[in-house]
């Protein structure tokens, strides 16, 4: 007797931010992904650490509004961009909290995720603790790669290191 059990796709984890270093680690990951046959999602945080000062003045929720409708735009923009390049539909993931724990339970709750993919940014949101910290994280607890992709690499650089 065959098992009919369906097996996932492996899947490419790609962090993103309002910038253009983002479109390197995007396009890193079409052309992986589409080279490998693997799933991507792409992640992005909205920081609610650093913006508790703003809820004593009773901006909170205005300010949060704003930015989950700039980061829904964003991320529906990388999504078409990734269609574009690869014709992979990916999963949007968009969360709120601490960037480094959101990226850690991401990945600790999907199974599927094979690799983390970051580009590496002059102007970082997170004071260039990110990659220190998923070095750390994925070390000590999630066993995957983390792919740190520089921004200024070609697309045929990109296609021969892909």
């Known amino acids: 007797m065959t098992s009919t059990k369906s097996v996932k796709k492996q899947k490419l984890l790609v962090c993103v931010g309002n910038g253009e270093h983002s479109l390197t680690a995007l396009k890193f990951a079409c052309s992986k992904a589409k080279k490998a046959d693997f799933a991507i999602e792409i992640i992005n945080v909205i920081d609610t650490i650093s913006n508790v000062q703003d809820s004593v003045f009773g901006i909170d929720d205005i300010l949060k509004k704003e930015k989950r409708a700039e980061t829904e735009a964003m991320l529906t923009s990388y999504a078409d961009k990734i269609y574009e390049w690869s014709s992979i539909r990916p999963v949007i993931n968009m969360r709120e909290g601490f960037i480094f724990e959101e990226i850690k339970d991401t990945v600790e709750s999907d199974n599927n995720i094979s690799m983390i993919i970051l580009s590496a940014s002059p102007e970082s949101t997170s004071n260039g603790k990110l990659i220190p910290y998923l070095v750390e994280q994925l070390s000590l607890k999630l066993f995957i790669p983390l792919m740190i992709v520089p921004n ?11």
């Open 152 to 162: 200024n690499l070609t697309e045929a650089q990109i296609d021969k290191i892909s």
